[in-house]
């Protein structure tokens, strides 16, 4: 049997290229064949390209940092095959399939960084030879749908399952298909990560700073470190300030030094995500436009405390006031994530069965 999965795979972002892996593995060690959509908008591509080497975060580094991505993303991840730039290209892909999952990542999201493109509801794939389905799929709150019904809705109805990240994705889904979809976790979060090996990088004990922090933000955080011993390492950003600044590295480098920090400061959803999954003392700062991601998985996590507005308080914070009951965390966690697992599982149970002559029957369950 054979899966495919839609996604924003070729970007150097972290928790883009993080969570194609995780759904990517968990799906294969179910059994299936499994390959990635190697579709590669133009207008994304050039959006990542502006930000890299030509914004106000530009740097040379950032050269390396996508040689990296592509390494790891040729080693670890099955493509289709060659890129496709056009959407109308997806066609050839039809009948390929017994299963296709579009998201996880802001894949319904709109905004300078993505248009709208029906691709990411598999609009080119005929429902009635290939189970359609989402998971963890978000447009966030900066998108609403329902602007777009005109466009979106006809293809949301096509699929037979849709599962998203979270509830304002869930509302906007209902109120277009009339249906409520399941809320199921980060893909992240259903790959153990903890069972791969990923040794230290350094040896000095660290603060890995992943956020753009500014000069007062950095002086908190130095502090911190400070009395604690501790360097202070930006992980795929920099700041001068920091004692070392890595931003020319992969998902693979990226995730060793986030796992073997001392403490974790970070206003990145994926920075709370990995501190949770590898059980790392952490500082999570809002980061306005991320807000809800952020207050979501620590909802989830059971402790929607441990976000701050600001940074004051972590100069004078201990390292046990940056770590939580990890098993009060686990014991929050862990059924959302056996939850999840479970429901990506009936939908591979379900591929392959007879589907109604009218097209997909829509079964959010």
């Known amino acids: 049997m054979k899966a495919a999965i839609l996604t924003f795979h070729c970007t150097p972002n972290y928790g883009a290229t993080l969570q194609c892996y995780a759904l990517f593995r968990f799906i294969e060690a179910e059994g299936w064949a499994v390959e990635v959509i190697n579709y590669v908008p133009p207008h994304n591509l050039m959006q990542y390209f502006k930000s890299l080497f030509l914004g106000r975060r530009r740097s040379f580094g950032n050269f390396a940092r996508v040689r990296a991505f592509e390494k790891f993303v040729a080693s670890h991840i099955k493509l289709s095959g060659s890129p496709i730039f056009s959407s109308s290209r997806l066609t050839s892909l039809d009948d390929r399939y017994d299963i296709a999952f579009t998201g996880s990542d802001e894949v319904w999201k709109v905004d300078s960084m993505r248009k709208l493109d029906t691709s990411f509801y598999l609009s080119f794939l ?48 209902e109120d277009l298909v009339g249906v409520r979809p399941i809320e199921v976790v980060d893909p992240t979060l259903i790959w153990d990560f903890n069972t791969e090996n990923f040794p230290p990088i350094r040896t000095a ?20 470190a400070k009395r604690h011993g501790l360097e202070v390492v930006c992980v795929g950003c920099r700041n001068s300030a920091a004692d070392a600044s890595i931003i020319n590295i992969g998902p693979a480098e990226w995730l060793r030094l986030i796992k073997n920090a001392s403490a974790v400061v970070t206003d990145f959803f994926h920075g709370i995500v990995f501190s949770l999954i590898f059980e790392r ?33 972590l100069a004078k914070s ?14 929050k966690l862990d059924p959302l994530r056996s939850s999840s697992q479970n429901w990506l599982k009936d939908q591979l149970a379900a591929a392959g069965k007879v589907k109604t002559k009218s097209g997909a029957l829509l079964d959010f369950t």
Request: charge should be positive; hydrophobic fraction near 40%; charged fraction near 20%.
């Open 126 to 173: 005929n429902p009635r030879r290939t189970r359609i389905c989402s998971y963890a799929a978000s447009a966030s709150t900066v998108t609403d749908l329902r602007k777009y019904t005109d466009i979106v809705s006809n293809p949301l109805k096509r699929f037979h399952a849709i599962a998203v990240r979270d509830p304002s994705t869930a509302e906007m889904v």
């Open 318 to 331: 201990s390292l046990e006031d940056l770590t939580p009951d990890w098993s009060l965390v686990r014991m």
């Open 281 to 313: 003392p952490f500082y999570a700062l809002i980061e306005p436009k991320k807000r809800m991601k952020l207050e979501h998985v620590l909802h989830l996590a059971g402790i929607p405390e441990m976000i701050h507005e600001g940074i004051g308080s």
């Open 205 to 224: 004990p660290y603060v890995a700073v992943y956020a753009w922090l500014s000069p007062s933000q950095m002086a908190a955080t130095r502090a911190f």
